[in-house]
């Protein structure tokens, strides 16, 4: 913060106009088109999307016949990641039932004990596993009745650092160790044994790298600085593959599988692809692209935020039940992070690409952050800067999407900190303007070096890995020491220290609800008696009059709009700005306007209040697309823990549910499969507030257009 605040008060000092960053800023930029509508899904792709119920292959598999006759010739089956009930997207669940879509700025999660030097997380059937340096840990990704914070279990001590953990076909988790000496382990849940299993060190340097998985072949791939290497989890048999000459540091990443025996790789900084061939004779083959510097400071300073990309291929699960693949990748997508403020998931892969002949993957992408810098991050050689736009080098050095400061959030901009670095650079040289010091090629080399170095410094502290949660689909990042949520179905559940529980809830109407990951919104007088289900009923039914409860209804005494839900948003922009009021939903008198700063009036938190809560957010995804979002649009739903009550349906006490050692392995264990055993103990009603609502702020008469 020192740091930046000094850099700012240099800048005080007037660049050279010419070497002025603002000044060559293209007067004027083409608007922004509105996104094409996308096509929809024929009938036989996916034929079972938005029946409201989350579907599998096997269940693909048993209405084989009925959808024959109803849509023909099936083209497409796959394990659907949530199901609302329709085709559409923005709504909590996208319009192929393989994403959640309504992606929440992070909260982190309170546990029940400290885990001290966490390394790296991994998601199991039913768990979530956490490996310290001290030992690994057992997360319950599912909250029950009276928790107020994620019940971790220590199932094993250790004394080694990790890199990676791995799921195999044998139950074991295998933990990879890629410095200070290359080495796996594998650990059993049903024996709770950590034995080594292999000694890599012969074969590999010590190295700072990830590996890659392909759960479905059961194999690994890991490498050192210049050699690769399989690791065969079937036959527990490591072979060499190839060496390359490129240096395979921390820019280089995994993209995914090419082909059948053919894995891609990519170095985000120097523009190279790298195949690997590993069946049959294994072989590398390096797709050197230019790396010349574009001569554009905008572009050629966005390259040293590459490096700090990380990027996950993630294979969708899907058959061609016609016997043809029709595809030339197995389809995926990518999750996408950057510690200067982006979270994303980007289905450039995916099913929809090869089925549709209009698809705009950006504009169907899902994440947290700032459109600039995700769209940079997508097209790097296209940055676009201009005086009525906003660009990526507005951000604030302090932007961060999982924990927001507005209060430092406009001290100073990535602009600010490049400008302060050419005017340091090019002080006393002579060079009076970037024409100048394009052709200067050693003073530019300092430039982009200093500014990288700066960039390298003020960036948010690094994340060290994420997992989805197994049963919500949500994701959890373990940064620093502690894990946030990021979920994704446009809902929080947030205990009164300001700290969240595992959501698992969807966007649903007043007296609806639905677990995210399990099916559409159904009315509070259904339950259910799944884990998920019964977590969101008793949570989103709270107050609401369900007959068979025969209790009295809260909710008319708790919110001011007892039919609508709340739905709040925090951006940078003019206050009452007519994009947004041009939006039904927020065009409302109920809408509340609250400035976060008192000395600024740019940074608005933004409270609106719906009847049909997917609508507006379908509606609001185009408008705030164009702005600087720092809190993406969720509901929020305060949870207060609550002591052991009488079970509402059947009577009997609902009792505290541990998550001990035994029932870690019960949940996750096995030579192959792996069987949930959920530990719930009766329905639950938890008792929760809702906060005071703030003043409203009449509309102003003056707009002016945001920049």
């Known amino acids: 913060m020192l740091f930046i605040l000094a850099m700012t008060f240099m800048l005080q000092e007037a660049a050279p106009l010419s070497l002025d960053l603002q000044a060559i800023r293209a007067s004027s930029s083409a608007a922004r088109a509105p996104p094409a509508p996308q096509q929809p899904l024929p009938l036989n792709v996916l034929p079972l999307c938005g029946n409201g119920k989350v579907d599998t292959i096997k269940d693909y598999e048993a209405a084989a016949g009925t959808l024959l006759m109803m849509n023909g010739a099936p083209r497409v089956w796959a394990d659907e990641e949530c199901d609302d009930g329709n085709r559409l997207d923005f709504d909590g669940c996208s319009a192929d039932c393989m994403h959640m879509d309504l992606w929440v700025s992070g909260?982190?999660?309170?546990?029940?004990?400290?885990?001290?030097?966490m390394e790296v997380i991994l998601s199991l059937p039913g768990v979530m596993l956490v490996s310290a340096l001290g030992g690994l840990y057992a997360l319950n990704p599912q909250p029950t009745f009276g928790d107020?914070?994620?019940?971790?279990?220590?199932?094993?001590?250790?004394d080694f650092p990790v890199t990676d953990m791995f799921l195999d076909r044998k139950g074991r988790v295998i933990l990879y160790s890629a410095?200070?000496?290359?080495?796996?382990?594998?650990?059993?849940?049903?024996?709770g044994a950590l034995d080594p299993l292999e000694d890599l060190s012969q074969r590999l340097r010590p190295w700072t790298s990830h590996g890659y998985q392909s759960a479905k072949e059961n194999w690994i791939i890991l490498h050192d600085e210049h050699k690769l290497l399989l690791y065969n989890l079937t036959l527990d048999l490591a072979t060499d593959l190839c060496t390359v000459q490129e240096s395979l540091g921390s820019s280089w990443f995994y993209i995914g599988l090419f082909t059948s025996g053919t894995l891609l790789m990519g170095d985000t900084y120097e523009n190279l692809r790298l195949l690997v061939s590993y069946q049959g004779a294994p072989a590398c083959l390096v797709d050197r692209k230019s790396s010349v510097l574009a001569g554009n400071i905008w572009q050629d300073a966005f390259q040293s935020f590459l490096p700090s990309f990380a990027f996950e291929s993630r294979e969708y699960s899907v058959v061609f039940p016609?016997?043809?693949?029709p595809l030339p990748m197995q389809p995926a997508y990518l999750e996408i992070y950057c510690p200067i403020g982006l979270w994303a998931e980007y289905p450039i892969y995916s099913i929809r690409s090869w089925f549709l002949n209009h698809f705009n993957a950006v504009a169907l992408s899902h994440y947290i952050g700032d459109v600039a810098l995700f769209q940079a991050g997508i097209n790097a050689s296209t940055i676009p800067c201009s005086q009525s736009s906003r660009c990526v080098f507005d951000l604030s050095p302090e932007y961060d999407p999982l924990q927001a400061n507005y209060q430092v959030l406009l001290n100073t901009s990535w602009?600010?900190?490049l400008q302060n670095v050419i005017n340091n650079v090019t002080r006393g040289t002579g060079v009076t303007n970037f024409t100048a010091l394009y052709a200067n090629t050693s003073l530019y080399a300092q430039v982009l070096a200093g500014w990288s170095a700066a960039q390298s410094r003020l960036a948010s502290a690094g994340m060290k890995g994420f997992a989805e949660?197994?049963?919500?689909?949500?994701?959890?990042?373990?940064?620093?020491?502690?894990?946030?949520?990021?979920?994704?179905?446009?809902?929080?559940?947030?205990?009164p220290n300001g700290k969240c529980l595992p959501s698992g809830l969807a966007l649903c109407a007043v007296c609806f609800w639905a677990s995210s990951a399990e099916g559409q919104c159904l009315p509070c007088s259904t339950a259910s008696s799944s884990p998920l289900s019964l977590w969101a009923w008793s949570v989103q039914c709270q107050g609401c009059p369900v007959k068979t409860l025969r209790r009295r209804s809260l909710l008319q005494q708790q919110q001011p709009n007892a039919t609508l839900v709340p739905l709040e948003f925090v951006a940078m922009m003019v206050p009452y700005a007519p994009e947004l009021s041009a939006v039904p939903c927020v065009n409302q008198s109920t809408t509340e306007w609250t400035p976060l700063l008192p000395s600024s009036s740019e940074i608005w938190n933004v409270k609106v209040w719906a009847s049909d809560p997917g609508a507006c957010m379908r509606a609001l995804r185009p408008v705030l697309a164009n702005m600087h979002v720092l809190v993406a649009?969720?509901?929020?739903?305060?949870?207060?823990?609550?002591p052991p009550q009488q079970n509402t349906l059947n009577g009997t006490a609902a009792g505290e549910s541990g998550l001990s050692t035994g029932t870690v392995v019960g949940i996750v264990g096995g030579s192959v499969g792996f069987l949930l055993v959920a530990v719930i103990l009766g329905v639950v009603v938890l008792n929760y507030h809702h906060t005071k609502s703030k003043p409203r702020r009449k509309p102003s008469p003056q707009y002016r257009r945001f920049a």
Do not use: M
């Open 107 to 117: 909260c982190e999660l309170q546990l029940d004990q400290a885990i001290p030097d």
């Open 148 to 158: 107020s914070a994620v019940r971790t279990t220590l199932l094993k001590t250790k």
């Open 179 to 191: 410095s200070p000496v290359q080495l796996l382990w594998a650990y059993s849940f049903e024996t």
């Open 322 to 325: 016609d016997g043809s693949n």
């Open 415 to 417: 602009q600010a900190v």
């Open 469 to 495: 949660n197994p049963l919500s689909k949500n994701l959890w990042v373990l940064r620093a020491n502690s894990i946030f949520e990021i979920a994704k179905s446009g809902v929080l559940a947030q205990l």
């Open 633 to 642: 649009p969720h509901q929020t739903i305060p949870i207060a823990p609550s």
